[in-house]
């Protein structure tokens, strides 16, 4: 209790919605011979999975809570 995840029954919306949208944004960035997101063709099929899941969760997470302290 008194931490900074510990909201509402145990989850912070904002940190929750962040974390997820990171990594959902990773797997539309992958490019593999598995799998290939929708970003790749934007990219010449560079796979940028790993730089854009962390620059979009860490701006995602940034604005939220910037707009919490407002």
Partial sequence: ??????YRAGWNER???SRAIGPAVGL???STSLYEGPL??????VDC?????GLVG???CRVSWAARAA
């Fill in 1 to 6: 209790m008194g931490r900074v995840y510990w």
């Fill in 58 to 60: 860490g701006a995602s």
């Fill in 49 to 53: 999975s790993f730089v854009l899941s």
């Fill in 40 to 45: 790749p063709a934007l990219s010449g099929s």
């Fill in 28 to 30: 539309a960035a992958v």
């Fill in 15 to 17: 940190a929750t919605v």
